[in-house]
């Protein structure tokens, strides 16, 4: 996993984050749910890279 990969994903977390604070400090309901889905998707982008990456690790520990 790339480091701009990396970079890519916690911007988009982190401006989910942001959303989704905001839309509950100003009672936006749809804000916050935007927010919050974007957050996710972001996390979940991060946990297949990392999946990714650790499955290339075993599969150069078996073969090195």
């Known amino acids: 996993m790339g480091m701009t990969d990396k970079a890519r994903n916690k911007a ?3 401006k989910g984050q942001a959303k989704e604070r905001y839309g509950a400090a100003t009672d936006n309901e ?3 749910a935007e927010g919050a ?3 996710g998707k972001a996390r ?3 946990a297949g890279e990392h999946a ?3 499955g290339r ?3 150069d ?3 090195g």
């Open 12 to 14: 988009d977390e982190l």
């Open 30 to 32: 749809q804000l916050q």
């Open 37 to 39: 889905t974007e957050a």
């Open 44 to 46: 979940t982008k991060q």
């Open 52 to 54: 990714k990456e650790a």
């Open 57 to 59: 690790n075993v599969k």
């Open 61 to 63: 520990a078996f073969s």
